[in-house]
């Protein structure tokens, strides 16, 4: 039972792949090109050069983006959560943030501060950061009391309660921030780049959209699924496991 558990993964792959192969064969049509066929272009297009650039492009900017938007969000969330008054004057802003559509942020980044590379950043963690917020914020609102007067009653410090008291008790919800976090900014990433930088996994698909170019869209889109699935388990998976250790 357990070896056949183990192999469970790699057998659905193999079925993807096979009904995948039949539809292409019964539509006999571009719209679907086989296994085959989007195999030779991804290999094409390593090769080349231009997948693994436009697939770094976006990274470095899903990398700069996630980074300022976690940073700024975890230390705002805190704030908000240990300040009632603070939590009550900002709760409005934050509800406003948070329904505003991703296009709508992007279109006035671009609008008001040109089609440059700070802009296309600075959309992205407009978006991100309400999200990072309201959870850090919950995390924040929820922590032992006793424990942080405990703190203060040894004169701990503040540098020294935040690493050993307060940050074991919030870990769990920074990594809820970090995966649903980089589910949501890999999309908003993709539609900055389409809207409005001439490189990048968004311009590309839009790109290959215009010349209806299916074979090659399936190709950049496997590249950059295997690139989240790559993420997922080196390194939130890890992480995840480290924050639910505690559990029994």
């Known amino acids: 039972m357990i070896t056949l558990k183990k192999y469970l993964p790699t057998l659905s792959l193999l079925v993807f792949i096979a009904v995948w192969q039949g539809l292409a064969i019964y539509i006999n049509r571009n719209t679907l090109p086989t296994p085959e066929a989007v195999a030779k272009v991804f290999w094409l ?17 899903l990398i700069t983006g996630f980074s300022i938007a976690m940073l700024l969000g975890c230390a705002t969330g805190i704030a908000l959560g240990r300040n009632k008054k603070l939590d009550a004057f900002f709760d409005n802003w934050l509800v406003i943030f948070l329904n505003i559509p991703a296009l709508v942020t992007i279109i006035l980044c671009y609008v008001w501060f040109g089609l440059t590379e700070s802009a296309a950043i600075l959309a992205v963690v407009i978006n991100k950061l309400p999200n990072v917020i309201v959870t850090i ?82 190709a950049y889109t496997i590249a950059f699924v295997a690139v989240t699935q790559l993420i997922e388990f080196m390194v939130l998976k890890p992480l995840d496991n480290k924050a639910q250790r505690w559990r029994r």
């Not at 919030?170 to 589910?183: D, K």
């Not at 990433?189 to 001439?198: A, K, P, T, Y």
């Open 45 to 61: 297009e390593c090769s080349s050069g231009r997948l693994p650039f436009h697939l770094g492009v976006t990274l470095l900017r």
């Open 137 to 218: 914020r919950e995390g924040a609102r929820s922590l032992d009391q006793d424990l942080l007067e405990m703190a203060q009653s040894y004169h701990l410090g503040k540098r020294k309660t935040l690493i050993h008291v307060i940050w074991p008790q919030l870990y769990p919800f920074v990594m809820g921030a970090t995966r649903t976090g980089l589910a949501l900014i890999w999309k908003i990433i993709l539609l900055v780049e389409l809207l409005g930088r001439s490189n990048g996994m968004g311009y590309q698909l839009h790109l290959f959209f215009q010349l209806f170019d299916v074979a090659s869209l399936l």
